[in-house]
């Protein structure tokens, strides 16, 4: 089962900002925070992320709790082709194999 | 440079039939990585290989399933005998190693067993 809680959906208007919360509540100290999306028909695709700090990349940014057990991805524009299926994820003690996808959050954009 | 590349990209079959999926992973990629995604159960981590040797099949579900990495460019996925409750899509992702690194995603096989 997923480690992670996110709504199961959000809606945004085109060109405004969007910010998809994700809790982490069984996080440890060296997990590292994981987003990923997938677009209808398509593979999942790498989006961000991070450990302790905010972090940011030509697609998004990643703000973290100072806790860690909450993080949020923000789309600083969305356009119609952000609408997609949005997962966050811990990765446990560091090694591989450990992405458990949840049922992550639909990101509707309205024109 | 070519993506995480997956074939067949449709199958449909009987049931019964051997269903072979094949994937062929970014070059110098050291970890490969079997999923499925159906709606009733989302996306499921299969079986995942580093340096050609299965690490960890605990997501296979029976034995019906087998997956094998001959060389560093190329791994399968067998279903033998297929049923129809393993129609789904398959996804192989591959990734350079260490937690931090992205796995990349081929654009899957989308398996059909009538």
């Known amino acids: 089962d997923a480690k992670t809680t996110q709504p199961n959906s959000m809606e945004s208007n085109e060109e405004e900002p969007v910010h998809l919360p994700c809790n982490h509540s069984?996080?440890?100290?060296?997990?590292?925070i994981h987003w990923y999306r997938q677009l209808p028909s398509q593979g999942p695709e790498y989006v961000i992320h991070?450990?302790?700090s905010n972090v940011n990349n030509r697609m998004a940014s990643l703000a973290i709790a100072e806790d860690r057990k909450s993080s949020t991805l923000i789309l600083h524009r969305a356009t119609l082709r952000d609408a997609a299926v949005y997962y966050c994820m811990d990765s446990y003690g560091g090694s591989q194999g450990n992405l458990i996808f949840g049922k992550g959050t639909k990101l509707s954009v309205k024109p | 440079d070519a993506g995480v590349i997956q074939s067949p990209r449709h199958e449909v079959t009987e049931m019964g039939q051997e269903v072979t999926l094949r994937c062929k992973p970014i070059?110098?990629?050291?970890?490969l990585f079997w999923y499925r995604q159906t709606m009733m159960r989302g996306l499921e981590l299969l079986i995942y290989f580093n340096n050609n040797v299965p690490i960890d099949d605990s997501g296979m579900p029976e034995d019906r399933f087998s997956a094998k990495m001959p060389n560093a460019s190329f791994s399968t996925l067998k279903i033998q005998p297929s049923e129809p409750r393993d129609s789904a899509v398959y996804f192989c992702a591959s990734t350079g190693g260490h937690s931090r690194q992205p796995q990349h995603f081929g654009d899957g096989t989308r398996l059909s067993i009538l």
């Open positions: 069984t996080i440890s100290g060296t997990d590292y």
């Open positions: 991070g450990l302790t």
């Open positions: 070059s110098g990629h050291d970890y």
